[in-house]
């Protein structure tokens, strides 16, 4: 199985911030890498996938950016609706695996 | 647009079957493109994906290593969803479990999600 490694696992900032979140995986997953974010009590929701391709209705504010095994994702500038928890997930080989998530909180 | 929506109990005794339940709207399960699978989460093993049903003329199905020997998911065409078996459950399957949406196929990624079910494996 390809290992998802996610840092930090958590981290405060302020709204207005850049924040960026780290992903490595165990081996080349050839930019086939989503991000999700999820808030307490619901299902998490995507935001990024192949890399860098925001899905419908995300805001410009995120990014995402990588290659090989190492990727990362973009807030660049904290809205009070950002404050959530992250998941990584590579999408190039099966099982689907995720990382253990990024917690940014103020 | 789609929505997913997961019926089933909350509470299974240890050695027993987990069942749950996906119905689909705005989307269909024999969709040529999609696949639907079933993802739980726990603080002990954050967010595993479990396995997949997809139809490419035909009915495939992927499982996780980790499950394989216990799980089973079934699409149902009559209703317009999949279900969710996994046999013999012990504490440690105690998770949320989430249905999804892969858009497309190639892309394995997951678009939509059901509400969640907490699910508590204890006698």
């Known amino acids: 199985d390809t290992q998802m490694t996610q840092f930090p696992s958590s981290v405060s900032a302020s709204v207005g911030d850049r924040v960026t979140i780290t992903c490595r995986a165990s081996?080349?997953?050839?930019?086939?890498l989503a991000w999700y974010q999820q808030k307490p009590g619901k299902a998490p929701d995507l935001l990024i996938y192949?890399?860098?391709t925001l899905q419908s209705g995300v805001p410009s504010r995120f990014s995402g950016s990588g290659s090989g095994t190492d990727y990362t994702l973009t807030i660049s500038s904290l809205q009070p609706e950002d404050f959530a928890t992250y998941y990584c997930?590579?999408?190039?080989?099966?099982?689907?695996?995720f990382g253990g998530g990024t917690k940014v909180e103020i | 647009q789609v929505q997913l929506q997961q019926s089933g109990p909350g509470l299974v005794k240890p050695s027993q079957t987990l069942s749950l339940t996906c119905a689909i709207s705005?989307?269909?399960?024999?969709?040529?493109?999609?696949?639907w699978s079933w993802i739980r989460q726990s603080p002990s093993r954050g967010l595993e994906w479990l396995g997949r049903t997809y139809y490419r003329s035909r009915w495939y199905n992927d499982y996780a290593e980790s499950v394989k020997s216990r799980i089973t998911i079934n699409p149902d065409t009559s209703k317009n969803q999949f279900s969710l078996q996994l046999n013999f459950v012990t504490p440690e399957d105690t998770a949320v479990y989430y249905c999804?949406?892969?858009?497309?196929?190639?892309?394995?990624?997951?678009?939509?999600w059901g509400q969640g079910t907490l699910v508590t494996v204890s006698s």
């Open positions: 192949t890399t860098s």
């Open positions: 999804a949406r892969d858009p497309e196929y190639s892309l394995s990624i997951f678009d939509c």
């Open positions: 705005g989307d269909s399960v024999s969709s040529n493109g999609a696949a």
């Open positions: 081996q080349r997953i050839d930019k086939q």
């Open positions: 997930q590579q999408a190039n080989n099966l099982p689907h695996t």
